[in-house]
């Protein structure tokens, strides 16, 4: 697979080497991240959809979940902070408030009742059962 090239990244880098001063990056770190910037992977079994999603340096009491049929949103809420002590003088002050948010949509109706969450390490791990009957069904052509 070809790597990808994003459009202008040739241009960004030159410009960047000619003159650096155009280019100010935040003294705390990265920005907050964009939506489509929460990575996950889904995996299927006969019985259950099995969801990791990325969310580095969120709580668990900053995520939420919601079920609805076979739609599944997930949202967090990031908040970062810059740590000072109170001999520090403050040169420059960055705070990252924000919220994230992703939907998607699986092939069958979920069983709410028996769908679990729980998050380590920065990754949700979601455990979704299927809904039993819930699925296609092919009729018989008499």
Do not use: C, W
């Not at 299927?44 to 969120?58: I, Q, S």
């Not at 979920?110 to 039993?132: C, F, H, M, W, Y």
Request: hydrophobic share 35%; no cysteine; charged share 25%.
């Amino acid at each position: 697979m070809k790597p990808r090239v994003m459009r202008g990244s040739l241009l960004d880098d030159i410009f960047r080497d000619v003159s650096p001063g155009f280019y100010v990056t935040s003294l705390h770190g990265d920005p907050l991240p964009e939506p489509v910037q929460i990575k996950m992977d889904l995996k299927e079994n006969d019985l259950a959809y099995t969801v990791h999603a990325e969310l580095p340096g969120v709580s668990k009491d900053n995520i939420y979940v919601s079920l609805s049929g076979s739609v599944v949103m997930l949202r967090a809420e990031v908040r970062q902070h810059d740590v000072q002590t109170q001999d520090d003088k403050v040169l420059r002050n960055e705070r990252y408030f924000g919220s994230l948010s992703r939907s998607f949509q699986l092939p069958l109706e979920i069983e709410p009742s028996q769908a679990r969450a729980r998050v380590d390490n920065g990754v949700l791990t979601l455990t979704l059962p299927k809904k039993l009957g819930g699925g296609v069904q092919r009729l018989k052509i008499e």
